[in-house]
């Protein structure tokens, strides 16, 4: 063999070898920049008893909690949280035996100013005038009189409200609990009231007081008109059943669907007749509700309360008025004992309710409407992310480290998206951070319009989502938020402080930050 022979087939063996040691380099390069795989995590055995849904033994991951078994078993409105440690991560073989409450849990009282028309006066049990403010908190002992054009609407305890037509009265002496039962209690001073009283639970009581009779809303509710003058009381039932009743004489009847009962100054007998035609009063309201709809549709900010059956609760409220979106972290251990009966803290208040529950303590913490909600668990989220092509985030060194990939920008896909935002990365205050991050990608994305929001997007992200969002609303919502330019993001934690009860760290909502965290600017 010649000597340039050899001398080619050592080039051609040299180039060989190159291009396999470039080959293996360029696989390791990759194989550092690929986000890492979560090893599956050991399972172990707990076992869960006691006033449960669903008792018995549960195979889980090792890290699971205390608050997400109990999410898997069920609590019942009368299982006793207090003695569980709700954040404390479950040992192999433990035992979690859940007690009984004496009475069920349940949500405080509550109503709140909605919407209004004109002139309205407001003024506390001391005599001093609030400022009126659409979405308030009412206090017990408020009295509330609207002027010539004015009417105004409050909602009471979850379902029920109460409109009052011009030159009305009213005081709400009693916002708390009767007995048994979360009782609240109008007093009617003049003037035309349309009530529609709905109960949610049997502990529900509403009664509306007048300077000539007493009016209690028996069975599961009721709509009716009540119009007070100086000579009589007129009592107008359209669904429902009525306890109408004159304390001075003790004269009593029950009030059916369809019937008018009027009561007279002069101590004359009950007159009983038919119901008025029920559009009369609706055209009475007309402008109040004409009114409700337009702030709804277009001034309202979207408050939208995000769970995750973790036990994450974030807050996001879309301002369109002032082109900006803001989210609020609100701490698993937020106490909320002050708001409601039977437990303490946020978190307990979704393993009894859901978002329901959490989402209405919120709203008396906050002084703010959240009427949307959504649940979202790990399968949820893959779908959104999948459905949005993947989001682009920006990734902290410590995630990079973690998930073996470079800091910055990166488009992630479904499974990194969940990753990052794990509090097994570097610590659940990181994690926060985190989730506030990809909350900002999907707003920069929809802001920047390199995700466009479609029906068949909307259906299929909302597709197996626990929620009171519906894709049609989603859409009238995206269409608003195009509508408007220059949006703006800021994040915010709710403003709380450590407090200790009863041997147990809490975070207490510090009321005059919350209720001014999103009214601010």
Request: proline residues 3%.
């Amino acid at each position: 063999m010649s000597r340039s022979t050899r001398k080619r087939i050592r080039i051609v063996l040299y180039s060989l070898l190159g291009a396999a040691i470039a080959w293996q380099a360029v696989a390791v390069v990759n194989l550092l920049r690929r986000p890492a795989e979560i090893a599956p995590l050991r399972k172990i055995s707990v076992h869960i008893d006691g006033n449960v849904e669903r008792p018995g033994t549960y195979r889980v991951p090792l890290g699971t909690t205390q608050f997400e078994i109990l999410k898997v078993a069920g609590v019942r409105m009368t299982s006793d949280l207090s003695g569980l440690s709700l954040g404390s991560q479950l040992e192999a073989n433990e035992n979690v035996s859940v007690g009984t409450l004496d009475k069920p849990v349940e949500l405080g009282a509550h109503v709140r100013l909605e919407f209004y028309l004109g002139e309205l006066g407001l003024e506390s049990l001391d005599g001093k005038d609030r400022p009126i403010k659409e979405g308030m908190n009412i206090n017990e002992g408020d009295r509330v009189r609207t002027g010539d054009d004015a009417q105004a609407e409050f909602s009471i305890n979850s379902y029920s409200r109460v409109d009052m037509d011009n030159n009305t009265e009213i005081a709400f002496d009693k916002i708390g609990t009767e007995g048994e039962k979360r009782a609240v209690e109008v007093f009617q001073w003049s003037g035309l009231c349309w009530y529609k009283v709905v109960y949610s639970t049997t502990q529900e009581m509403i009664k509306v007081v007048t300077p000539l009779a007493q009016i209690t809303v028996a069975g599961k509710g009721s709509d009716f008109t009540v119009e007070t003058s100086v000579s009589a009381v007129t009592v107008d039932n359209r669904e429902g059943l009525l306890l109408v009743e004159r304390p001075a004489s003790g004269e009593a009847m029950n009030l059916i669907a369809g019937q008018q009962v009027t009561v007279h100054a002069d101590g004359r007998p009950f007159e009983v007749a038919k119901t008025a035609p029920e559009a009369g009063v609706a055209e009475r309201f007309a402008q109040l509700n004409k009114t409700k709809t337009e702030v709804l549709v277009k001034y309202m900010p979207l408050n939208i309360l995000l769970c995750s059956p973790l036990g994450v609760f974030h807050l996001v409220s879309v301002q369109f008025d002032r082109s900006e979106v803001h989210t609020v972290h609100v701490p698993s251990n937020l106490y909320v004992a002050d708001f409601a009966q039977g437990f303490a803290t946020i978190r307990e208040a979704y393993l009894y309710g859901g978002s329901a529950f959490a989402s209405t303590l919120l709203e008396r913490i906050m002084n703010v409407r959240v009427p949307k909600y959504a649940e979202l668990d790990k399968e949820d989220v893959l779908r959104a992310v999948s459905t949005m092509g993947g989001i682009k985030v920006r990734v902290d060194n410590a995630a990079a480290s973690a998930m073996r990939m470079r800091s910055g920008r990166h488009t992630m896909r479904e499974q990194q998206v969940v990753d990052f935002m794990k509090p097994g990365l570097s610590g659940e205050a990181d994690a926060v951070r985190r989730q506030n991050e990809v909350i900002r990608a999907i707003f920069d994305g929809f802001r920047s319009r390199s995700i466009v929001l479609t029906a068949l997007m909307a259906d299929q992200m909302l597709s197996g989502v626990e929620s009171n969002v519906t894709s049609a609303e989603l859409m009238k919502h995206y269409a608003n938020f195009r509508s408007r330019p220059n949006w703006a993001m800021e994040a915010h934690s709710l403003p709380a402080r450590s407090i200790s009860v009863g041997g147990k760290a809490y975070l207490e909502p510090v009321l005059e930050g919350c209720r001014g965290l999103l009214t601010q600017g």
